[in-house]
């Protein structure tokens, strides 16, 4: 069984950091692309990045280059996201999604979110 | 970027009823359209893929259709847990993008 399980999320103050996790289960990891999908509360699906499995290209979203980082550890079956210089408007539930493959990135399995706070 | 625009935004029906949501894309995609249900408070649960193909699981009173610009999604016999919101994605090409999401509720 596909399992995917998002951590990490916390009450951040503006401009701070914070490493979000998703472990996975019930495939194999290296073999899938991996994607971050925000929602902001009470809006609707927004992609946040994408990195894939099998040459660890990534891909991101113009509002989180160059302050988030994608990555995974595939000996912990596990991908992360490293957000650094978190405003306001990063506030948002964080679901990890399995995505077929970089070329054709579509999710197909989903976690539960995890809730990213970014306030004073 | 690509931009997908749902219509309608929201949507009143009744158990039994069969309605369609449409997608359009700002540019053309193929067939590279993903449909998404998301219940209150829940994770979103893939429908279908490629504009047509039904995900593993999912009950065929769900089906999809369109190609290039223009993609609907037409859920047959309503019933009590299909009232939820539904988002459409391009994944022709980065960034990937979503609609804003079309609300079903029950009439």
């Known amino acids: 069984e596909v399992q995917l399980l998002e951590s990490g999320g916390d009450l951040v103050q503006p401009g701070g950091s914070l490493r979000l996790s998703c472990a996975v289960s019930g495939f194999a990891f290296s073999s899938y692309a991996m994607s971050w999908v925000r929602q902001a509360p009470g809006r609707g699906l927004e992609w946040v990045s994408l990195i894939s499995g099998r040459d660890g290209k990534t891909h991101y979203a113009d509002s989180v280059k160059g302050r988030f980082t994608i990555s995974t550890d595939n000996s912990k079956n596990t991908l992360y996201l490293q957000m650094h210089s978190l405003r306001a408007e990063d506030t948002a539930i964080y679901y990890c999604?399995?995505?077929?493959?970089?070329?054709?990135?579509?999710?197909?399995?989903w976690g539960q979110g995890t809730l990213v706070t970014v306030s004073s | 970027d690509i931009q997908m625009t749902q219509s309608p935004s929201s949507l009143s029906a009744s158990v039994g009823d069969r309605v369609t949501i449409t997608c359009r894309a700002s540019q053309g995609i193929g067939n590279f359209l993903a449909w998404f249900q998301q219940k209150s408070g829940k994770a979103p649960k893939s429908l279908i893929y490629a504009a047509s193909s039904l995900q593993s699981g999912v009950p065929s009173k769900f089906s999809g259709s369109g190609s290039g610009t223009d993609f609907t999604l037409t859920i047959s016999s309503l019933q009590p847990e299909d009232f939820a919101t539904y988002y459409c994605?391009?994944?022709?090409?980065?960034?990937?993008?979503f609609g804003q999401g079309t609300r079903l509720e029950i009439k």
């Open positions: 994605q391009q994944y022709h090409s980065f960034p990937l993008t």
């Open positions: 999604a399995r995505c077929y493959s970089s070329a054709t990135p579509r999710p197909d399995y």
